[in-house]
Nanobody
Framework: QVQLVESGGGLVQPGGSRRLSCAASGFNFSTENYIMTWYPQAPGTAREFVASLATRVGPTNYADSVNGRFTISRNNAKNSVYLQMRSLRPEDTAVYYC???????????WGQGTQVTVSS
């Protein structure tokens, strides 16, 4: 059973940085190809894609709104994926969810989310 646990959220000042982590269990980054995605969800809005990568082979993708500010990465030894966020803006305020999808399946599993608030 896939389980995802996000961490690293908190209060950040505009222009600041934050690194989110997503620890995965139930599958192995090094031997199975999953697509890992970060989705922020602001109050009253739908979850939106910001970044994804493959745990083994595949492209890394970013939404235009975060390209150049956010970096997604992984550590296969820790079965974890990260989202480094820089130059944060108030509009980046959201609950950030990590999702995992086996490359050949449409089903995504979700974590519980971690709140990021960008405010002075």
């Amino acid at each position: 059973q896939v389980q995802l646990v996000e961490s690293g959220g908190g209060l950040v000042q505009p222009g600041g940085s934050r690194r989110l982590s997503c620890a995965a269990s139930g599958f192995n980054f090094s031997t199975e190809n999953y697509i890992m995605t970060w989705y922020p969800q602001a109050p009253g809005t739908a979850r939106e894609f910001v970044a994804s990568l493959a745990t083994r082979v595949g492209p890394t993708n970013y939404a235009d709104s975060v390209n150049g500010r956010f970096t997604i990465s992984r550590n296969n030894a820790k079965n974890s994926v990260y989202l480094q966020m820089r130059s944060l803006r108030p509009e980046d305020t959201a609950v950030y969810y990590c999702a995992a999808r086996w490359r050949f399946s449409p089903r995504e599993d979700w974590g519980q989310g971690t709140q990021v608030t960008v405010s002075s």
